[in-house]
């Protein structure tokens, strides 16, 4: 996969950062703090005033998600301009707060710390490991969170909110669909390339206890996110015979993985979670590959979906923001920034737009809809807010390079395996 060098990224990122920053007219320190009521007599606190509502974004613009991290801004920046074109909510234009952590556990901890005293909310978090450090100081602070990470890890919390469905999910559908689709059958042996950390870890829980299920065995590849060429995986995979292959890492590792796959003589079907896959490894050598070999499983529909909602999101992405890539990152923005907007509003009815008041508002959300997706589930911490996983297909001239091949649904047997895990 052909990378931008960094320093190239950084420049960008910055550039994007200092745009948005100055498209909401905040800085990390701009709106200061309200903690008693405001003329409207709704209840407010930290990063609520009378004219507006802070929300803050701690994204990767710098490192390996950097692609991903923009889009998530740009969409999330464009839900924020359309909201308060059409009034703003509960009469208060609504700011972003942009943090750049480069998915660097310490900066992350310092973006934090910054912004914390001055926001309302997180409707983008990136990182597992970012999670892990910042999840009780978030939780302490009842600050509603949605991360884009997926770890079954990040369940539990009152004011943390998994989206969708979790890895482990997504990686039990990922059996169920290599089984009833490609030939699978008991005795065979899967590959399972996956990120040390949350993310892998709960994706190799899903992928062993499903292969257990199917009478299949899992063989185990752990790799760090700082390994690119995956030559001695793909190896040591073939020598073991797998039928099939799993991997729970990046874009640059699924490029890799197929990539020298096919070139072994490895050609079996691979299947990725969802932060696996960009765009733009469709313009990289390993795009043949891909096409041929990878599916993606995803709580989320491909961009290219005909789902209306997903329709009139791309147009105004596509005319907001001309020659952006439109990828999973834009949908998962989006939805993420509908959601909380529907928090605040759903808050703001009830006269109370403080922290622990809009968590309460969103924890009463039992069938929320934004029409990107399927419907979602947060009453319940303890348990994933959608257990339906669609079956993306790459596809180089589709928008966002992904085309539905499976529509969303439950894989069977993932209540018992939740069930077992007491959720």
């Not at 009034?87 to 310490?106: A, F, P, S, T």
């Not at 970012?130 to 990470?149: G, H, N, R, W, Y």
Request: glycine share 10%; with cysteine; charged share 20%.
């Amino acid at each position: 996969m052909n990378l931008p060098h960094r320093t190239t990224r950084i420049l960008l990122a910055s550039a994007l950062s200092a745009l948005l920053v100055a498209a909401t007219g905040c800085s990390s320190k701009a709106g200061g703090e309200s903690t008693g009521d405001g003329a409207d007599g709704v209840k407010s606190g930290p990063g609520v005033t009378d004219k507006s509502i802070r929300l803050g974004a701690l994204t990767d613009l710098t490192g390996p998600y950097a692609t991903l991290g923009k889009s998530i801004v740009q969409a999330q920046q464009m839900w924020a301009d359309e909201t308060n074109a059409d009034g703003g909510i509960c009469g208060r234009k609504v700011q972003i707060v942009v943090e750049d952590h480069g998915y660097d556990v310490q900066k992350a901890v310092t973006a934090y710390a910054d912004i914390s005293a001055d926001v309302v909310a997180l409707p983008q978090v990136i990182g597992s490991p970012v999670m892990a450090a910042l999840i009780d100081d978030i939780e302490k602070d009842s600050m509603l969170t949605f991360p884009q990470a997926w770890a079954a890890s990040l369940l539990g919390k009152q004011a943390v909110q998994v989206l969708g469905t979790t890895y482990d999910v997504d990686m039990i559908a990922a059996v169920d669909f290599l089984t009833r689709t490609k030939g699978l059958k008991k005795g065979d042996k899967i590959g399972h390339v996956y990120f040390e950390g949350d993310y892998g870890a709960n994706a190799l829980e899903g992928s062993t206890w499903a292969a257990e299920r199917a009478g299949l065995s899992v063989v185990e590849q752990k790799i760090k996110a700082t390994d690119t060429d995956l030559t001695a995986q793909v190896s040591a995979l073939r020598k073991a015979g797998v039928k099939a292959l799993l991997i729970s890492a990046g874009p640059a590792q699924t490029a890799s993985l197929a990539g020298v796959a096919a070139s072994r003589g490895l050609r079996v079907p691979i299947v990725s979670n969802a932060p696996g896959f960009a765009p733009q490894l469709m313009k990289t050598p390993a795009a043949g590959a891909l096409e041929a070999m990878l599916s993606v499983v995803s709580a989320a529909p491909a961009v290219s979906s005909d789902l209306a909602g997903v329709r009139t999101m791309v147009a105004a992405y596509e005319k907001k923001y001309p020659g952006s890539p439109v990828d999973s990152g834009v949908l998962s923005g989006y939805n993420a920034a509908q959601l909380m907007g529907a928090d605040l509003k759903k808050a703001c009815e009830a006269g109370s737009l403080a922290r622990e008041d809009v968590v309460e508002a969103h924890r009463a959300q039992r069938d929320a809809d934004t029409g990107l997706g399927t419907p979602q589930d947060f009453s319940d911490v303890s348990r994933p807010a959608s257990l339906a996983t669609y079956v993306l297909k790459p596809d180089p001239e589709a928008v966002g390079g992904l085309v539905v091949v499976e529509e969303a649904h439950a894989a069977p047997g993932v209540e018992d395996y939740l069930a077992s895990r007491g959720a």
